[in-house]
């Protein structure tokens, strides 16, 4: 579903009718397997570890994922929805068209990921790692992500619409151009090259300049 509010335009997931129903167990998840059109749902995987997994035209529904480890993960027209995934590893992964939608994603690892028309609504990703990501067309919607990690990752039209940004550790990664106004920021961590060109309010860039070591009088 489209919201007014965001700017950025992101691709969603295209799905086929009729998809079947996926039955995942500890036997068909292995390295470099495949899993594609379908759904899954009410369901709980637990202690799973796979490297380099593929998820095409899947619906994740009310699933949590406990212990999981997916390094490597392609993840391509999936949806999210109403999931905890919470601690996941998906270190290394490849997102293209994917949305998660309240989803609990608190300490969700996506380090070292690239990331390519991700949308983000209404999720809890607090202490989520982000670092060395490779963002393009991405969206945080009505998202918790503080203290979230999204140090020395690279951004292309990214986009944080009301979300809680408190504590979050930006630095060495270019915010020139990303609208933080809807967003509390308050003690985010930058360097002053960071948020050369981010749009902030004036109220956020007092906050900002003491940050960077600024007195304003």
Do not use: W
């Amino acid at each position: 579903m489209e919201d007014k509010k965001i700017k950025t335009k992101v691709l969603r997931p295209i799905f086929d009718t009729g998809l079947d129903i996926i039955d995942l167990s500890r036997e068909n998840i292995v390295d470099e397997t495949i899993f594609s059109f379908g759904t899954i749902c009410d369901s709980s995987l637990e202690n799973h570890q796979a490297d380099k997994l593929t998820f095409k035209q899947v619906i994740f529904k009310k699933v949590i994922f406990n212990e999981i480890i997916f390094r490597r993960i392609e993840l391509i027209n999936v949806r999210f929805e109403n999931c905890d995934l919470s601690n996941v590893d998906f270190n290394e992964a490849l997102l293209h068209k994917v949305e998660f939608i309240n989803c609990k994603i608190i300490g969700i690892n996506l380090s070292e990921a690239t990331l390519r028309d991700v949308t983000f609504e209404d999720c809890n990703g607090q202490y989520g790692f982000f670092s060395y990501s490779n963002c393009k067309q991405v969206v945080f919607l009505r998202c918790q992500l503080t203290y979230s990690d999204f140090k020395n990752s690279l951004f292309s039209k990214v986009e944080f619409q009301e979300s809680n940004l408190l504590q979050a550790q930006l630095n060495f990664t270019n915010l020139k151009g990303i609208d933080f106004t809807s967003c509390d920021i308050e003690g985010i961590g930058v360097n002053i090259t960071d948020v050369n060109g981010a749009i902030v309010t004036a109220m956020q860039a007092v906050a900002l300049s003491s940050l960077l070591g600024l007195v304003v009088k």
